[in-house]
């Protein structure tokens, strides 16, 4: 599933094709993903100019001049696509939900094959207040996101630090890869307990989280199986893996004797496969 890095390199790209500009045509393909997907959606986005676009978590927000909001999730396989007015033609998928001309002749389409997405339409004054944002926690790359914030809220919690900083009602975005790739960085084994963390911990935690996603931003994201950005491409910041996905193998800068140790291990937290260094993560 796109995490963080993977929606804000999205976003980048359609900032790139939609801002200042009008949605002069608008066709909507079906009739539900994970949401229902609004009847009069098509005709509320035609002949309107796009105001502003924003990430909050995972989800990328659309205003328009009509004080409307196209919210977009793109859920496990989803791909924002891009046809140029001087290129490739549009050819329906049978995927595709969502279909937009822009003024300058470019087109922009959703597509999304398991649709897990989400495509929706809110008065822009009732977006924050949604049930898509209102339950969220900090944005990881804010201010807000800060040592003193964050140990307040792990100082009560008993489950492991990696399904902590996973869980969106406390921090957003933040992912599996993302998790165990800034745990591993701080030095933080991570089936510890949140309360745990030491105040060093936990700024090391919160610097590393906000250094790693920045990375990945610069790197167009991670491309394991689907994912892609606008333009088609893959992200590269599967390249720079210390620990994700490396099971058995050495970490950066690794002293072990990996036939004693087995390198990298990968153990399952909340369904989900968490990589670490014995070593190095206390």
Same mark, same amino acid.
């Given at each position: 599933?796109?995490?963080?890095?993977?929606?804000? !390199?999205?976003?980048?790209?359609?900032?790139? =094709?939609?801002?200042?500009?009008?949605?002069?045509?608008?066709?909507?393909?079906?009739?539900?993903?994970?949401?229902?997907?609004?009847?009069?959606?098509?005709? !509320?986005?035609?002949?309107?100019?796009?105001?502003?676009?924003?990430?909050?978590? &995972?989800?990328?927000?659309?205003?328009?001049?009509?004080?409307?909001?196209?919210?977009?999730?793109?859920?496990?396989?989803?791909? $924002?696509?891009?046809?140029?007015?001087?290129?490739?033609? @549009?050819?329906?998928?049978?995927?595709?939900?969502?279909?937009?001309?822009? *003024?300058?002749?470019? +087109?922009?389409? =959703?597509?999304?094959?398991?649709? @897990?997405?989400?495509?929706?339409?809110?008065?822009?004054? +009732?977006?924050? #207040?949604?049930?898509?944002?209102?339950?969220?926690?900090?944005?990881?790359?804010?201010?807000? =996101?800060?040592?003193?914030?964050?140990?307040?809220?792990?100082?009560?919690? &008993?489950?492991?630090?990696?399904?902590?900083? $996973?869980?969106?009602?406390?921090?957003?975005?933040?992912?599996?890869?993302?998790?165990? *790739?800034?745990? =591993?960085?701080?030095?933080?084994?991570?089936?510890?307990?949140?309360? #745990?963390? /030491?105040?060093?911990?936990?700024?090391?935690?919160?610097?590393?989280?906000? /250094?790693?996603?920045?990375?990945?931003?610069?790197?167009?994201?991670?491309?394991?199986?689907?994912?892609?950005?606008?333009?088609? +491409?893959?992200?590269? @910041?599967? $390249?720079?893996? #210390?620990?994700?996905?490396?099971?058995?193998?050495?970490?950066?800068?690794?002293?072990?004797?990996?036939?004693?140790?087995?390198?990298?291990?990968?153990?399952?937290?909340?369904?989900?496969?968490? @990589?670490?260094?014995?070593?190095?993560?206390?």
């Amino acid at each position: 599933m796109p995490e963080l890095p993977e929606v804000e !390199t999205v976003l980048s790209g359609l900032k790139q =094709f939609m801002t200042d500009q009008k949605i002069l045509e608008a066709k909507i393909f079906t009739k539900k993903i994970r949401n229902l997907v609004p009847k009069n959606m098509a005709k !509320t986005l035609e002949n309107k100019g796009v105001v502003g676009l924003y990430r909050r978590a &995972k989800y990328i927000v659309i205003d328009l001049e009509n004080n409307h909001s196209m919210i977009l999730h793109l859920g496990m396989s989803g791909v $924002m696509k891009t046809y140029l007015k001087d290129g490739k033609k @549009f050819e329906k998928d049978r995927h595709d939900h969502l279909w937009l001309k822009m *003024e300058d002749g470019n +087109e922009i389409v =959703f597509r999304d094959p398991r649709r @897990f997405g989400v495509l929706d339409l809110l008065p822009t004054g +009732e977006v924050s #207040s949604s049930k898509y944002f209102s339950h969220l926690g900090l944005e990881p790359l804010s201010n807000e =996101f800060s040592v003193k914030k964050l140990r307040a809220i792990l100082s009560s919690r &008993k489950v492991a630090i990696k399904q902590a900083i $996973m869980d969106q009602k406390i921090v957003v975005g933040v992912g599996n890869i993302y998790a165990s *790739e800034a745990l =591993f960085k701080s030095g933080i084994d991570p089936r510890r307990a949140a309360y #745990s963390l /030491s105040l060093e911990e936990a700024t090391l935690l919160v610097r590393n989280i906000k /250094s790693i996603l920045r990375l990945a931003i610069k790197n167009g994201g991670s491309t394991l199986r689907d994912y892609r950005n606008i333009g088609g +491409e893959r992200g590269y @910041f599967q $390249m720079h893996f #210390s620990v994700y996905d490396r099971e058995g193998r050495p970490c950066p800068d690794c002293t072990c004797n990996i036939e004693k140790t087995g390198g990298v291990k990968r153990i399952v937290q909340g369904n989900r496969s968490t @990589f670490y260094c014995e070593s190095k993560q206390r």
